[in-house]
């Protein structure tokens, strides 16, 4: 096998000479080939490091959600294992105190989902609603991220059950006005229809308040 003329060690010189510039090509070899092994640790490092930022476990989370599926006819709240509190009796005189965790089942009346929050109000006895809420969780981002996606793809009107904290709160916009449910399970029950005709929250509108919606 011939050698490149370019690696032929240059005509004229001494046997010192010759030596001196091996051992320099000898050294800068040797310095390439720390430096490639610099990089690639480097780069092996944070591609660990990013694998093991996205493979990280989270805590268990303190939260849940799931699809009950549709319920047979012989099936009933008397019949489940979850205990129900009225809707009608939350914050009210004489129902659960603040702080206990309850059930209550309902309708989905209306759903605000936003960024790293969800607002559901539920529906119950035909008047009596309540707000309930849920927020991504610092502890268990990925769990808490997934929830809130659920969450915002439920239908209006669908049967749900929501369990959660009764905390103390302000909301106008609710019969039960003066606390609100901080969820920690939600199932569904039954889902309604994608979309509807007419939502109920427009068919109860006032027309003064129809009027004021068109101006």
């Known amino acids: 096998m011939c050698t490149p003329a370019e690696d032929a060690p240059p005509e004229g010189l001494s046997k010192t000479a010759l030596k001196k510039l091996k051992k320099q090509q000898e050294q800068a070899a040797r310095k390439a080939a720390k430096k490639a092994e610099k990089a690639a640790a ?6 660990g490091g990013a ?3 996205q493979t990280a476990e989270e805590p268990p989370a303190t939260y849940s959600f799931g699809d009950d599926g549709v ?5 009933s709240v008397l019949a489940s294992p979850r205990a129900y509190a009225s809707v009608r009796t939350l914050g009210a005189e004489g129902g659960p105190a603040v702080g206990e965790e309850v059930w209550v089942r309902g309708r989905l009346f209306r759903l605000r989902a936003k960024g790293n929050q969800c607002f559901l109000v539920v529906r119950s006895g035909g008047f009596y609603t309540v707000q309930a809420c849920f927020f991504k969780d610092k502890e268990t981002p990925r769990q808490s991220k997934a929830m809130l996606s659920w969450l915002a793809g439920l239908n209006v009107e669908s049967i749900i059950d ?3 904290e009764l905390v103390e709160a302000q909301v106008n916009s609710c019969s039960q006005g003066n606390v609100e449910l901080a969820i920690r399970e939600v199932r569904l029950v039954s889902a309604s229809l994608p979309q509807l005709p007419f939502e109920l929250e427009d068919a109860s509108r006032s027309e003064e308040e129809v009027t004021a919606s068109e101006a």
């Open 51 to 53: 694998a093991e930022e």
């Open 42 to 47: 480097a780069g092996a490092a944070a591609a």
């Open 71 to 75: 319920l047979m006819s012989d099936a």
């Open 162 to 164: 929501v369990r959660g």
